[in-house]
């Protein structure tokens, strides 16, 4: 699997827009950007994922650069409940759907009231 | 979505013993998989339950020591044996769909210390 790299840690104001940085130079044309979150004490929640436009929901946008080698998952207004660590995550575009996500180290958001 | 129910949430053994965690899915899943997190680490991938066959095991973990039994489409079980200290680890269980991109739906884990 390609791999990403990502900043250890972050921080943000409660209520202000959150841009979290992913690298994955090595990319393949097959490659989803996959990003997930952790919560304290709980599994992994699923955020976002695209290939190569923009994605929006209800929880986050993904910005994914032209040449693909990096994305940034936005988090229009963060909440203390938004402190998490993030995964961005390359996986493999299959139609068997049997590539399950290889984690990295992610990064850990704090945010402050 | 998928609601996925892990059994223990918690629990203490003793060294040499073995524990056997349950990941049971309120619907039929195509893709079942179960990870270990390791204090304070991000997640690693133990094997790829199968259905009706023997589940597919990453490197540095082996059937002796992590059985992994699936019955059907909604359920798995992971066995961790001859626990020693070092198995001290949250195990998760993941699930799927097929299809491209699916995303992937995670127990809250059981979370397991070795004495």
């Known amino acids: 699997d390609a791999k990403t790299t990502q900043p250890n840690s972050m921080e943000s104001n409660e209520e202000e827009p959150v841009h979290l940085p992913c690298n994955h130079s090595?990319?393949?044309?097959?490659?989803?950007i996959h990003w997930y979150r952790q919560l304290p004490s709980q599994g992994p929640e699923y955020v976002i994922h695209?290939?190569?436009s923009n994605v929006n929901n209800r929880m986050a946008s993904l910005a994914i650069a032209e040449d693909r080698k990096s994305s940034t998952l936005i988090l229009h207004r963060a909440t203390l409940r938004d402190a998490a660590v993030y995964y961005c995550?390359?996986?493999?575009?299959?139609?068997?759907?049997?590539?399950?996500?290889?984690f990295g180290k992610g990064t850990r958001l704090s945010v402050i009231a | 979505s998928a609601v996925i129910s892990q059994k223990p949430s918690r629990d203490i053994c003793q060294r040499g013993t073995s524990l056997t965690i349950q990941c049971q899915v309120d619907?039929?899943?195509?893709?079942m998989f179960w990870y270990r997190q390791q204090p304070g680490q991000s997640l690693t991938l133990i094997a790829t339950?199968?259905?009706?066959?023997?589940?597919?095991?990453e490197s540095g973990f082996v059937i002796d020591k992590f059985p992994i039994s699936r019955p059907n489409l909604t359920f798995s079980t992971l066995t961790v044996s001859n626990m020693s200290p070092e198995d001290s680890s949250i195990y998760l269980c993941?699930?799927?769909?097929?299809?491209?991109?699916?995303?992937?739906?995670f127990g809250s884990g059981t979370q397991l210390s070795v004495l």
């Open positions: 993941s699930v799927s769909n097929r299809g491209r991109g699916e995303k992937l739906f």
């Open positions: 090595t990319i393949s044309g097959t490659d989803y």
């Open positions: 695209g290939l190569t």
């Open positions: 995550i390359l996986r493999v575009l299959s139609y068997s759907g049997n590539t399950p996500l290889v």
């Open positions: 619907s039929q899943v195509t893709m």
């Open positions: 339950a199968n259905q009706g066959s023997e589940a597919t095991y």
